[in-house]
């Protein structure tokens, strides 16, 4: 079997491959989360260390592009609003 074989049958089975924009969000917003849960956890902001956690796990489970970086930037927004000089 080659690899348009397997091609064809993947997308006969309904899988489809990401596309790199889907790809790129994944790994920005992982890393937003990754940074937003190390500054909650020197700040001591739970919140923050919550939504940084959403924001690194959340790519699991939206599909279409447009939600995910949707998604993301709404999570980013929470985190902005958290921030301690917001109050």
């Known amino acids: 079997m080659n690899v348009?074989?397997?091609l064809t049958t993947a997308r006969a089975a309904g899988?489809?491959?990401p596309s790199a924009g889907?790809?790129?969000g994944c790994v920005l917003f992982s890393?937003?989360?990754?940074?937003?849960?190390?500054?909650g956890k020197a700040v001591g902001r739970p919140a923050i260390r919550w939504l940084g956690l959403a924001l690194m796990l959340y790519s699991y489970f939206t599909a279409?592009?447009?939600l995910l970086y949707a998604v993301g930037l709404a999570l980013c927004g929470a985190i902005w609003w958290n921030r301690p000089g917001a109050d």
Request: proline share 5%.
């Open 15 to 17: 899988l489809v491959l």
């Open 31 to 39: 890393l937003a989360g990754l940074a937003a849960w190390r500054y």
């Open 64 to 66: 279409p592009t447009w």
């Open 22 to 24: 889907w790809i790129l």
């Open 4 to 6: 348009d074989d397997a």
